[in-house]
């Protein structure tokens, strides 16, 4: 199976760091964000990642591509070890370019060539999850026993409905995937039907591409994922996961400093130095 990474957006809230940089390529500590989430697919038995890019930043894909002058050059230096390191990025991915910035949902149209007529999994770059098990393998599994298209859901606060898309779900059997009758782009509070909110990890069957050719541009005049999911909905053929893992935004500055903090804490060298420069930090 396939998994789609969609790469393509503007990254306006790093902006003016992602004038020149593309925001997936932004590093935790000492490696870019979307390799994380590549690696998450991968771990967790797809086999191919489809990079959806805009023609600004083929970078990304550069980035999982070999670079033998650069290993090369690290082993001539007596650097073999950190030429490992390097040799050890290249991915099966392939990448389909968003020639402009339509939306989510018109991303994830451009994939359908690559894609073919079979499910897929969509990984959005900067929502990256942190747990035993990675998050696109525990909708992987609710697709295996469902058979329906799956969201992974995170329940947020009253306050933080507005900034997501919410579901509206029925639980229907003790420890099955929830049923989403209809979902909401960013509603105020009041009207938000639950505090499930729909997060970067998506199980799609290959259905959702004709409802995506369908969908007129919504909020924010983007053709938006969410609208075209909405008639899967309204047919029973989507349900929901509430996911067991944490979650970090790195798709906005504090997101992505959490991050690397705490991927700097767990590391072996950086870890001791970052407690032991927090500890010096003058209290205000
Ligand atoms: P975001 O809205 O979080 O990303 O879209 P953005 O547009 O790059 O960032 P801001 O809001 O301007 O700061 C979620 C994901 O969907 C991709 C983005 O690259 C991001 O990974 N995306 C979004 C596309 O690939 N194409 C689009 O037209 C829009």
């Not at 989430?37 to 038995?45: M, R, S, T």
């Not at 930043?57 to 030429?83: M, S, T, V, Y």
């Not at 990025?89 to 073919?116: D, E, K, W, Y």
């Amino acid at each position: 199976m396939k998994a789609v990474v969609p790469a393509a957006g503007l990254g306006t809230r790093f902006l003016p760091a992602t004038k020149v940089v593309p925001k997936e390529l932004l590093p935790l500590l000492d490696v870019p964000a979307v390799q994380v989430v590549v690696d998450e697919a991968l771990a967790a038995g797809f086999d191919e990642v489809v990079l959806v890019v805009s023609p600004q930043k083929e970078a990304i894909l550069r980035h999982f591509q070999p670079a033998p002058e650069l290993c090369d050059e690290l082993r001539a230096r007596g650097r073999a070890e950190l030429a490992e390191r390097v040799a050890a990025t290249s991915r099966p991915v392939t990448a389909v370019v968003q020639a402009r910035p339509l939306g989510l949902g018109h991303a994830v149209g451009c994939a359908r060539h690559a894609v073919g007529d079979e499910p897929f999994a969509v990984l959005l770059p900067d929502d990256l999850f942190l747990g035993d098990v990675p998050a696109i393998a525990q909708l992987a599994e609710a697709h295996r026993r469902s058979g329906a298209s799956v969201l992974g859901l995170l329940e947020v606060t009253a306050a933080e409905v507005s900034r997501y898309g919410i579901v509206r779900a029925e639980a229907e059997a003790e420890g099955a995937p929830l049923r989403i009758r209809d979902l909401v782009e960013k509603p105020a509070p009041a009207d938000a039907p639950s505090r499930l909110a729909i997060v970067g990890r998506y199980l799609l069957e290959p259905s959702v591409f004709e409802r995506i050719e369908r969908t007129p541009p919504g909020w924010g005049g983007e053709i938006q994922l969410t609208d075209a999911l909405r008639g899967l909905a309204a047919e029973g053929g989507l349900v929901g996961v509430p996911l067991r893992s944490t979650r970090l935004d790195t798709g906005e500055p504090m997101g992505l400093l959490e991050a690397a903090i705490l991927r700097a804490l767990a590391h072996p060298a950086y870890g001791p130095r970052l407690r032991e420069f927090l500890a010096a930090l003058p209290r205000r």
